[in-house]
């Protein structure tokens, strides 16, 4: 495992657009496995940067997103799909029938994970995956438990998640109660691994995750044994790690 310690955040967002747009240069047609909240957000915007400046092409990519929440129509704001065009493929040439999520609105979960581990097997794996890190530990929505759940599935989102997600939607009813994710097998076979990770409120979780012990009540704790993982922090971030 690699630690690229930057100073804030915009520094930590430009180092993660830098290994990304390595990575579509290097491979024009890539997988890309892409994550959704606020962390990546700077990192989407300095590739926007460089597409803008004609650095980068992404004519040939493909990607693939961690997850998505059930229940949520695409053109709904919260929906991770909907993030994803607002914030990166409005914004480059991505060819959109090329990027992948989670189906939010397939009411039959076992169908909507079926379908989803059939589109990531038929891309033929993901070459980098950028992920977000999560207070509890949590990647994807692979929240703590105990055992690491392997493929695409559907996740009850704890309560404390759905009160913490309240606040963007009119009422608690409202906020969806479950969710699709990538299983941590998959996140495991993407060939490079780029966690981003901002601010003092994710130091604990960036120290169990990175330096304690590897066990499914922390689940980003198996990207310990990934062979090509780089973990992007900024100092805040890494204010536990000695
Ligand atoms: C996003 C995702 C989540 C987030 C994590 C951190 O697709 O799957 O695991 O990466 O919750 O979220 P932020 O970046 O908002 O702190």
Same mark, same amino acid.
């Given at each position: 495992?690699?630690?690229?310690?930057?100073?804030?955040?915009?520094?930590?967002?430009?180092?993660? /657009?830098?290994?990304?747009?390595?990575? *579509?240069?290097?491979?024009?047609?890539?997988?890309?496995?892409?994550?959704?909240?606020?962390?990546?957000?700077?990192? +989407?915007?300095? #590739?926007?940067?460089?597409?803008?400046?004609?650095?980068?092409?992404?004519?040939?990519?493909?990607?693939?997103?961690?997850?998505? +929440?059930?229940?949520?129509?695409?053109?709904?704001?919260?929906?991770?799909?909907?993030?994803?065009?607002?914030?990166?493929?409005?914004?480059?040439?991505?060819?959109?029938?090329?990027?992948?999520?989670?189906?939010?609105?397939?009411?039959?979960?076992?169908?909507?994970?079926?379908?989803?581990?059939?589109?990531?097997?038929?891309?033929?794996?993901?070459? #980098?995956?950028?992920?977000?890190?999560?207070?509890?530990?949590?990647?994807?929505?692979?929240?703590?438990?105990?055992?690491?759940?392997?493929?695409?599935?559907? *996740?009850?989102?704890?309560?404390?998640?759905?009160?913490?997600?309240?606040?963007?939607?009119?009422?608690?009813?409202? *906020?969806?109660?479950?969710?699709?994710?990538?299983?941590?097998?998959?996140?495991?076979?993407?060939?490079? *691994?780029?966690?981003?990770?901002?601010?003092?409120?994710? /130091?604990? /979780?960036?120290?169990?995750?990175?330096?304690?012990?590897?066990?499914?009540?922390?689940?980003?704790?198996?990207?310990?044994?990934?062979?090509?993982?780089?973990?992007?922090?900024?100092?805040?971030?890494?204010?536990?790690?000695?």
């Amino acid at each position: 495992m690699v630690i690229i310690k930057t100073k804030n955040y915009e520094e930590m967002s430009a180092r993660a /657009a830098n290994i990304i747009a390595a990575q *579509v240069t290097m491979k024009p047609n890539c997988i890309l496995g892409l994550a959704t909240g606020s962390t990546p957000i700077g990192t +989407y915007a300095k #590739l926007v940067e460089k597409y803008n400046a004609g650095e980068l092409d992404f004519a040939g990519v493909t990607s693939v997103n961690l997850d998505e +929440y059930k229940g949520l129509p695409k053109e709904n704001d919260q929906s991770y799909y909907y993030f994803m065009h607002d914030h990166l493929f409005s914004h480059i040439n991505i060819d959109q029938r090329r990027t992948f999520l989670p189906d939010g609105t397939e009411p039959d979960a076992k169908k909507a994970c079926e379908a989803y581990n059939d589109i990531i097997h038929s891309v033929g794996g993901i070459d #980098l995956q950028l992920l977000g890190l999560g207070h509890n530990g949590h990647i994807g929505f692979n929240e703590p438990d105990d055992c690491f759940a392997l493929e695409t599935h559907c *996740v009850d989102l704890t309560e404390s998640t759905i009160k913490a997600n309240q606040r963007f939607f009119a009422s608690y009813d409202d *906020v969806p109660k479950q969710a699709y994710t990538m299983g941590i097998k998959t996140i495991l076979q993407a060939k490079k *691994v780029v966690v981003v990770v901002s601010g003092a409120d994710k /130091a604990e /979780a960036v120290y169990k995750s990175f330096f304690g012990p590897v066990t499914p009540q922390v689940p980003a704790s198996i990207l310990q044994l990934h062979p090509d993982c780089i973990v992007v922090a900024d100092e805040a971030a890494l204010s536990l790690v000695k």
